[in-house]
DNA sequence: CAATTGACTGACCGGTCGGTCAATTGTATT
DNA sequence: AATACAATTGACCGACCGGTCAGTCAATTG
């Protein structure tokens, strides 16, 4: 454990690591003192039970993700560069945090409806974005905002957590990165221009 | 329980439902025992142990899927007709399977190589079809094919196991299942065609 | 200085876990 | 009816679960 952290802190990461990795159920009170060196009574001394343990996990990584998001919408006049842009950087961010897209599918395994308030507001805004990208004939009329965000968020997320699935398919798309995005954002480019 | 079936059949009806909606470890061996209404020792004679059990169930699972998707290739002359009738056929049987999608991302997260050793075959089948299409003109010859069925099978995987937070976007698009569809396929189709 | 507080610990609790085992019951065969 | 075997049960086990409790200690406050 490193000493400059308190062992509040050292419990939290613990438990963003674990949580993350293996799930709430999988995951017991006493791996997460031990991972974090401390017992687990000051576990339940900081965080009350185990669930509001979780919940702390949970609003950590959902602010993660908000924070983070707000980089997507970058100053660009161009909206389809700023859709591709927006693909790319949200590609990084999750590459650099892959915990954040394994917490988010626990999540959805758990019908928790807590992330899709979450980030309803970032939603609104590519939806607006989208809009009036329309309006001005840069993507066809027949496009509907929800199903492209959709699209683009989970073709993303599950190129990291369905790895071990995708890489049995075909090695070659996990060797580079590049390879996968350049030809997912041509694919949904081509598909949105008029 | 149903009296035409064996108590091991019940048990396996029971392990495959709860397993699918809550994962592995957050479902015990006596949570099964009580649906089935049998003991927890019957579960270990017929079983093993609660790992074989959760074998069986993944076992079940693959193979319930694979014998499904043989009707995804249904004989159409057409290529393009035929991926949009994938692309559908593949939407319903999920539909009427959502378990099926929800166990996939439970072995996902489990980083559980066997679902893509599993449908490799199916994959290549798709690629083959793909690369047949490219070589008649049909689609562009940029598209790479794994991507390609990477973005349809999550964009309709993710459709169901991520309701919860796509529907706090916009709940439109879970009133009516062809909503989603159609413009799901419409955005693909476009990006394939030269 | 004494009182108070929060961080932290080790011992302990009742309950549940996955699993074992001997006894009983059910079924098929001779 | 007797026998053999499989299915099934209920009692039990040690390990582990989430959580509580009494106590210690250092820092802060009055």
Redesign the pocket.
């Known amino acids: 454990m490193n000493p400059s952290i308190?062992?509040?802190e050292a419990i939290l990461d613990a438990a963003l690591t674990l949580f993350a990795e293996h799930g709430f159920a999988h995951v017991?009170?006493?791996?997460i003192a031990e991972q974090s060196d401390?017992?687990?009574?000051?576990i339940?001394?900081?965080f009350g039970?185990?669930?509001q343990l979780w919940d702390e996990v949970k609003q950590h990584y959902f602010n993660q993700y908000a924070q983070t998001q707000e980089i997507l919408f970058e100053q660009e006049k161009n909206p389809l560069t700023l859709i591709e842009k927006s693909m790319r950087n949200y590609f990084n961010f999750i590459k650099q945090n892959p915990l954040v897209a394994r917490f988010f599918s626990y999540a959805h395994l758990d019908n928790d409806a807590g992330c899709g308030d979450l980030d309803r507001p970032l939603f609104q805004q590519g939806e607006f974005l989208i809009k009036s990208a329309q309006e001005q004939g840069l993507i066809r009329p027949g496009i509907n905002p929800s199903v492209l965000i959709m699209t683009f968020i989970n073709g993303i997320n599950q190129y990291f957590v369905a790895r071990c699935r995708f890489e049995q398919w075909d090695a070659a798309i996990y060797r580079d990165d590049d390879t996968f995005m350049n030809h997912f954002i041509a694919l949904l480019m081509k598909g949105i221009k008029p």
Chains 1, 2 share one sequence.
């Not at 017991?28 to 791996?31: D, E, I, K, P, R």
């Open positions: 308190t062992k509040k017991s009170v006493a791996m401390v017992t687990k009574s000051l339940f001394h900081h039970n185990k669930e």
